[in-house]
């Protein structure tokens, strides 16, 4: 393995933990509140956006250069992990619980979402991507949001190996990303085979019934990882009304 398959998987990782076994399933119902209690209010419903908003947003967001990003669709943004998935299927991954492809990171779809995301871009040595998915109830993106927390914790620890060289990550939480309240992000350093370190920040987010999530990575050396994730991560949730 490369170093900069070790960024791209790792960017990669982290961005899509949020939605881990986000390939089926529903949020659960409230229950009903007893004949005794008063039947909380109905929560107001919040927009969903269609993939073309979406991509509209992103195309809205600036790099830390002041450049726009560039907007690709959710068909385009799936299609750019296939040789991800390729080489994960040939890679042997510990934890065992850990090798399933959406807990390693590779993006599952959430049935009915709507996605948009932006190219990656590498701007003073920190490599940078945004993700935004809508379209489906808000309670199911917050369902998925906090199931990931416990997967990644189960998953802190992993190593990838492959014709006999391996890369080991290790994942904790990673708080001042971003001002959004409610904000998730993580740190992950992955370590190459020549003892060479990639860093990962990734932080994730439900704003008005939007998924957004914000990935910067770059190798130990540089240090705007943080700066960089929360910058998209803020720019997003201030377009979304």
Known sequence: MKKNLLLGFGASALAAM????????????????????????????????????LVSLVSQIKASDGSSLSAVSGEELAGRYQPLRDTLG????EPAACKDLSAVGVPQTIAGSTSAGSTRVKTDGVFTDLTLTSGVDVELLEAKLDASKSKAE???????????????S??????????????????????????TEGIIYTAHVVKDGVLISATASSDAAETGGPAAAGALLDQSAALIK
């Open 18 to 53: 949020a939605l881990t076994a986000c390939s089926g399933g529903t949020a659960a119902a409230p229950a009903s509140a007893p004949p005794s209690e008063t039947a909380t209010a109905t929560p107001t419903p919040v927009k969903q956006y269609s993939n073309e908003e």
């Open 90 to 93: 040939k890679t042997t991954i």
């Open 154 to 168: 189960e998953c802190s620890q992993m190593t990838f190996s492959s014709s006999g060289q391996s890369i080991k």
């Open 170 to 195: 290790t994942t904790e939480k990673f708080a001042g990303i971003g001002s959004v309240p409610g904000t998730i992000a993580f740190k992950t350093a992955m370590v190459l085979p020549d003892g």
